[in-house]
């Protein structure tokens, strides 16, 4: 049996991660956009934030993909 655990979040994600569940969605994204942590995860919930929070389907395909590419180098 196949046991995964969640993902790791640092200090910086977590707060970001925060921030949008209270609804302070421009500083979340903000916050995720300065983590230097280059985690395809990071970028699909940048564009998961755009495109479900503020409805910029423009930028939610623009950090989707950033996130493909980085997933297709891994």
């Given amino acids: 049996m196949l046991v995964f655990s969640p993902p790791t979040l640092s200090k910086e994600e977590a707060r970001a991660q925060k921030l949008a569940q209270h609804g302070q969605i421009d500083q979340a994204l903000t916050a995720y956009q300065q983590l230097k942590n280059q985690n395809p995860r990071v ?4 564009g998961q934030i755009y ?3 503020k409805g910029d389907y423009t930028s939610a395909i623009k950090y989707y993909k950033k996130s493909m590419k980085i997933q297709e180098q891994v």
């Fill in 51 to 53: 495109a479900d929070k």
């Fill in 43 to 46: 970028w699909n919930t940048v």
